[in-house]
């Protein structure tokens, strides 16, 4: 019997998903010579993994991942016709490519690389409109980064400033007409609407407190003298003791 721990990783999560008898079935598939003989066994395989399997009635492209799994559990030297594309194993067993990780960091953090790509997209713009559209349009997204970052509004001079510095002075807007038209405001808010405040934590301070402390002692005294929790006003004099029945 095959020790599971000995196989690829891979191999171990397909074994403990169908069972070790039917990797056992699948490695018997070597043994048949014949291509077409030994697919009619794999056919048959291929229903008992369904059946193991229940819940995978219900996923799209189901014969093709039990088709697979049966190729991956069987080898890439053991050849079948399947009714469905069987992919390369090397996929599986080939180490993945390293991915790049960008090792510069922004020169704006609050703005990111992402903005930088746009920028550096816009600059290679030659119709002098649409590189005006752009520069509106990335205008609009580095205010809305700069109060997502710094939680305090941006004056339009500034953003036009940080995008000078971004672009080496390629991107250029009048900052008269920003300022007069808020093209740097996202759409839907009317011309002459007063900027976006970024709402601030607020801050009570000790007289408050205390002016509320007080007003609670207050409450709490005028209950107990009416008496007690219920403000129930107590009677005066002696508690009446209850009645003897007649002799």
């Known amino acids: 019997m095959t020790d599971i721990n000995s196989l690829p990783f891979h191999l171990q999560l397909l074994v403990r998903e169908y069972?070790?008898?039917?990797?056992?079935?699948?490695?018997?598939?070597?043994?048949?010579e014949d291509v077409a003989e030994?697919?009619?066994?794999?056919?048959?395989?291929?229903?008992?993994?369904?059946?193991?399997?229940?819940a995978l009635r219900d996923l799209p492209e189901i014969q093709t991942r039990l088709w697979n799994h049966l190729h991956a559990?069987?080898?890439?030297?053991?050849?079948?016709?399947?009714?469905?594309?069987?992919?390369?194993?090397?996929?599986?067993?080939?180490?993945?490519?390293r991915v790049p990780y960008p090792r510069m960091a922004p020169k704006l953090r609050a703005y990111g690389a992402a903005i930088e790509a746009l920028i550096a997209k816009a600059i290679t713009?030659?119709?002098?409109?649409?590189?005006?559209?752009?520069?509106?349009?990335?205008?609009?997204?580095?205010?809305?980064?700069?109060?997502?970052?710094?939680?305090?509004?941006?004056?339009?001079?500034?953003?036009?400033?940080?995008?000078?510095?971004?672009?080496?002075?390629?991107?250029?807007?009048?900052?008269?007409?920003?300022?007069?038209?808020n093209l740097f405001e996202m759409p839907g808010a009317p011309a002459g609407t007063k900027p976006f405040i970024v709402p601030q934590p607020v801050q009570r301070d000790s007289q408050s407190r205390d002016r509320r402390e007080g007003r609670d002692r207050d409450n709490?005294?005028?209950g107990n003298s009416f008496g007690g929790k219920n403000g129930k006003k107590r009677k005066k004099g002696r508690s009446q003791e209850p009645q003897q029945p007649p002799q």
């Not at 030994?38 to 229940?54: S, Y």
Request: proline content about 3%.
């Open 73 to 97: 559990m069987a080898g890439e030297d053991v050849a079948l016709e399947a009714p469905v594309a069987l992919r390369s194993l090397t996929v599986r067993t080939e180490k993945p490519a």
């Open 220 to 222: 709490r005294d005028r």
């Open 38 to 54: 030994r697919t009619k066994r794999a056919t048959a395989i291929v229903q008992l993994m369904l059946r193991l399997q229940p």
């Open 125 to 181: 713009l030659e119709d002098p409109a649409e590189r005006e559209q752009a520069t509106i349009q990335i205008g609009r997204t580095m205010k809305f980064l700069y109060r997502q970052h710094n939680k305090e509004n941006a004056k339009d001079v500034t953003i036009l400033r940080h995008m000078g510095e971004l672009s080496g002075g390629q991107l250029k807007l009048d900052a008269a007409l920003v300022d007069s038209e």
């Open 19 to 32: 069972g070790h008898s039917t990797y056992q079935l699948i490695q018997g598939l070597k043994d048949i």
